[in-house]
């Protein structure tokens, strides 16, 4: 089993549609989870984190489901410049680097 | 200027030849990376740096070397470059708080093409 893994998509969605993504991971050491975002041929950026309790930033709310081991992103109102490429990040235990998902691509249409 | 600048930007070599990218840096960061993008495969971790005398394999470093000149530079370097080595890289920083935050700042990315 892949330590991260996402569903590559696309997820076509129209503008306002609410789109929901799930990354699992495989080590129940993990520590901490993020979600960055990728534009077309362009660097990841850093979306969120994702908190134990939950968190949402705007539309953007972020998820931890530790018993399943996985995280979620949920985006309401999808808006054009939502299309983008989202990787899922997970640190495991001794805090040393991040591991990516393969990344689920958006596309949001009008 | 970006914070993280890496050169050259788009290179296409030939197989066997010497090929060296380099990332520089202006946010003081002490920790530096370098990852591999390829289609279907997603951010692949090369090497990875937290101080000028610590250098570490990271998933795939196997054809790759690196050097740290300074705290504000580290180039990657694929000594005989072959067609599978054909890849965005990136390179990338953090701060000590990195792992917890989870923020690495990335570079534009170098495209390189191994003919």
């Known amino acids: 089993r892949k330590e991260v893994e996402q569903d590559p998509g696309p997820f076509n969605v129209p503008e306002g549609a609410t789109v929901a993504f799930n990354c699992t991971y495989s080590n129940s050491a993990s520590q901490s989870f993020f979600w960055y975002r990728q534009d077309c041929r362009k660097e990841p950026k850093l979306l969120m984190s994702?908190?134990?309790s939950g968190n949402e930033d705007g539309r953007f709310t972020a998820q931890l489901n530790r018993a399943s081991q996985y995280i979620s992103l949920l985006i309401r109102d999808s808006k054009l410049s939502d299309s983008a490429t989202y990787l899922c990040?997970?640190?495991?235990?001794?805090?040393?680097?991040?591991?990516f998902g393969k990344g689920t691509m958006l596309l949001v249409s009008p | 200027d970006a914070d993280v600048t890496q050169t050259p930007r788009n290179r296409i070599t030939k197989t066997g030849k010497r090929i060296m990218l380099e990332c520089s840096q202006t946010k003081g960061h002490d920790r530096m990376y370098w990852y591999r993008q390829d289609p279907g495969l997603g951010l692949r971790l090369i090497y990875y740096?937290?101080?000028?005398?610590?250098?570490n394999k990271g998933e795939i470093s196997d054809g790759y070397s690196v050097s740290r000149q300074a705290q504000a530079k580290f180039s990657l370097s694929l000594e005989s470059a072959i067609p599978n080595q054909t890849a965005l890289y990136f390179c990338a920083t953090s701060d000590v708080t990195g792992p917890y935050t989870g923020e690495l700042f990335f570079g534009e990315g170098s495209r390189l093409t191994v003919l």
């Open positions: 990040v997970v640190i495991s235990s001794g805090y040393s680097t991040l591991t």
């Open positions: 740096s937290f101080d000028v005398k610590d250098i």
């Open positions: 994702v908190y134990s």
